[in-house]
């Protein structure tokens, strides 16, 4: 149960999500991928909450709210599973 969070500024840090997402649940892990040729944050992230229901109010209370300056953009993480599930016409 993973909420994909992009748009994100790159002075973002993990404790400034669990703040932000706890609100809405119990925040198990947030992880801000780096580029591994430049070393920086990638301008997003993974925040996995404990249900799925805290996950979708997650979704639908910061879907586009403003942090540090940026319009968050939020969608449930596919997971390795779910893409291997996808069918391609």
Same mark, same amino acid.
């Given at each position: 149960? %993973? *909420? +994909? *969070?992009?748009?994100? %500024? +790159?002075? /973002? ?10 609100? +809405?649940?119990? /925040?198990?892990? *947030? ?5 591994? @040729?430049?070393? @920086? ?5 993974? /925040?996995?909450?404990?249900?799925? $229901?805290?996950?979708? *109010?997650?979704?639908? $209370?910061? %879907? #586009?709210?403003?942090?540090? #300056? ?6 449930? $993480?596919?997971? @390795? ?9």
């Amino acid at each position: 149960m %993973s *909420v +994909y *969070v992009s748009n994100l %500024s +790159y002075e /973002v840090n993990e404790l400034d999500l669990k703040q932000i997402f706890s609100e +809405y649940g119990t /925040v198990k892990r *947030v992880r801000l991928p780096i580029n591994k @040729k430049t070393g @920086k944050k990638r301008g997003c992230a993974f /925040v996995e909450m404990a249900t799925d $229901a805290e996950e979708i *109010v997650a979704i639908q $209370a910061l %879907s #586009g709210i403003e942090c540090m #300056g940026r319009s968050l953009k939020l969608n449930k $993480a596919i997971t @390795k599973i779910d893409a291997s599930s996808l069918c391609y016409l």
